[in-house]
């Protein structure tokens, strides 16, 4: 039920976040979706990419600092509350969220929200046993 | 403002002849004393001086040099001259080993550090109806307390702010009216940029002269200050393994420090060879203390690279002068007055687990203030995606620099292999202030 992501360092100086990008493009790899996390000193670039090990593989090759994580990509209702009610959710079942982002899909009524959690088998159950939908990779990155 | 010229002690106007004789006697006595210490015993064993029997000033020069090693290989108190219960008080200053280099003071040091201070704030306008505000850190820098007993000596009202919260020292100015302030002279720079951010009037204050010390400084910030600050800037030096601040310090005239040639002998060095270079020529700075009791010190190295003057000067003094420190002799860095070590720097970052020991400092002064950035390579395994851990493996280092180097610096951590790497002794440290000349 997990997914993997990869991120990447970047340092904070102009054109650090279009060289993974350009990496990417050059190999034929589709960013399905990103988040960026920064400070004033450096970044963090997480991506979602189909084919992870080839992307990870090319990024190395590229110079840049790769790590993969496995996050968890979880279905909310497209409509006010609905974020709100699967936070309830994850906190009633006391699971740490380390970050999460939005995935860019294009569908209707549903939104995808991306968790990194600190127990993230924990996570799933809780989410799980009220219902909603955790997405398998093979859904994720079929849309 | 005008600054009468007024002599504290008439030992400043002593001829020549009469200074050598004092200096001589004077002389005699330290080295007896630091016959005490087993590290001078050993050294005048081997250079063959017998302390009781030393027949000229020019016997000094048999005896080597005292590096800050040799202060460091005797941590904490090796130095020592006298019984440790006679100690009346402790100073220290950063030393590469992230411990500090202790000096320690008897009652009569302490007494005799007031009467130095008292001498050059003397020197340089301060008398008793003046209130001082005292923007030094008081600690074991000496800075602080050695002004604040030269202030108290002088008969001086001094308002002990220490250092730092520079809007409050600015109102502590306007409230209390000080007449004069004391303080690095990049702080300095700084409670003026503090002063017209806050949009206060600067005539509305009291202030009329101020005494910098405690780092190097230019003509250039001297005139800066005295502008903004609309006072009479004067410079004074001073390192604690001397004795502090009141080894020297400038007259009305200002051309130039007066060493308290009484309480020290000056050699002016070059550092390469050590031998003695001409009057008026630059070299590294080498003192002997001649009077202090606690840690009578012989023939110290200061790495502080200035030139020693001889001429006349007009207030009256005889005593040499010496110039504002240009540079320093070994790779030393001072930050906002306080010496740092890049080796320091990477004893820290060594501390810390993820990051590597490939690691560029880089100094600048964008606002009248150091400001140090730390570049450090992480390693690979390290990396996270998540935020938190990345935060907290810099602020390790943060907190590591800050104990090991006393100082706050900016981490940029960068990827791994991404920094130059260079054959034989690395680029360790980028000094933009020398880039920029002002150092």
């Known amino acids: 039920m997990k997914i993997n992501q990869l991120s990447v360092f970047l340092e904070n100086q102009p054109g650090r976040l279009s060289e993974p990008c350009a990496v990417l493009a050059r190999a034929g790899i589709n960013i399905l979706t990103l988040s960026l996390a920064d400070t004033q000193q450096f970044g963090i670039l997480r991506l979602i990419v189909k084919d992870w090990q080839r992307a990870q593989a090319e990024l190395e090759k590229a110079g840049c600092l790769v790590k993969r994580s496995e996050v968890v990509a979880v279905e909310v209702e497209d409509t006010p509350g609905g974020l709100e009610r699967l936070l309830t959710v994850i906190e009633e079942g006391k699971v740490n969220v380390e970050y999460m982002y939005a995935f860019s899909c294009r569908c209707q009524a549903k939104a995808i929200m991306i968790f990194c959690f600190g127990d993230p088998d924990k996570a799933i159950s809780v989410m799980q046993a009220k219902g909603i939908n955790v997405m398998s990779g093979g859904d994720l990155l079929g849309v | ?439």
């Open chain 2, 1 to 439: 403002m005008e600054i009468e010229n007024k002599i504290w002690d008439k030992n400043e106007c002593l001829s020549r002849d009469e200074l050598s004789a004092l200096q001589f006697r004077r002389l005699k006595d330290t080295l007896s004393r630091a016959g005490r210490v087993p590290y001078y015993r050993e050294v005048f064993q081997q250079c063959g001086i017998d302390p009781s029997n030393i027949n000229s000033l020019s016997d000094l020069k048999k005896i080597p040099f005292t590096n800050k090693s040799d202060l460091r290989e005797h941590y904490p108190l090796g130095f020592l001259a006298v019984d440790r219960k006679d100690i009346a008080r402790v100073h220290g200053s950063s030393g590469t080993t992230g411990k500090p280099t202790f000096v320690a003071y008897t009652e009569a040091d302490r007494n005799l550090w007031a009467d130095l201070c008292a001498r050059f704030l003397t020197a340089g306008g301060l008398r008793r109806e003046h209130m001082v505000q005292v923007a030094f850190g008081y600690g074991l820098f000496t800075g602080g307390f050695g002004l604040h007993y030269g202030i108290e000596r002088v008969g001086a009202s001094v308002v002990p702010v220490s250092a730092g919260n520079t809007p409050r020292q600015v109102m502590i100015l306007q409230d209390l009216g000080a007449d004069a302030i004391i303080c690095t002279p990049s702080y300095a720079l700084q409670i003026a940029e503090v002063i017209e951010e806050m949009k206060v009037d600067i005539n509305s204050l009291n202030l009329k002269f101020g005494h910098f010390g405690g780092e190097p400084w230019t003509e250039d910030m001297r005139t800066r200050i005295e502008q903004q600050l609309n006072i009479k800037a004067f410079n004074n030096y001073g390192l604690s393994e001397i004795i502090g601040p009141g080894v020297s310090g400038e007259c009305i005239c200002r051309k130039g420090m007066h060493i308290q040639e009484d309480h020290f002998i000056v050699e002016c060095i070059d550092p390469a060879t050590g031998q003695e270079v001409a009057p008026g020529e630059y070299g590294e700075l080498v003192f002997t203390s001649l009077t202090k009791e606690a840690m009578p010190i012989i023939r110290y190295r200061t790495r502080d690279i200035s030139r020693i003057m001889y001429d006349g000067c007009e207030c009256g003094r005889t005593t040499c002068r010496m110039d504002r420190i240009v540079g320093r002799s070994d790779d030393m860095l001072i930050i906002r007055g306080v010496n740092v070590f890049p080796s320091q720097i990477e004893e820290a970052i060594l501390q810390v687990e993820g990051v590597a020991a490939h690691y560029l400092i880089e100094v600048d002064r964008p606002h009248n203030l150091d400001e140090v950035t730390v570049h450090v390579e992480m390693q690979p395994e390290f990396f996270s995606d998540k935020m938190s851990e990345m935060q907290a493996m810099r602020d390790r280092l943060l907190h590591e620099i800050r104990v090991i180097a006393n100082i706050s610096v900016k981490i940029n951590l960068v990827a791994p292999r991404s920094m130059e790497r260079s054959f034989g002794k690395a680029k360790r440290v980028i000094d933009r202030r020398v880039e920029k000349g002002i150092l």
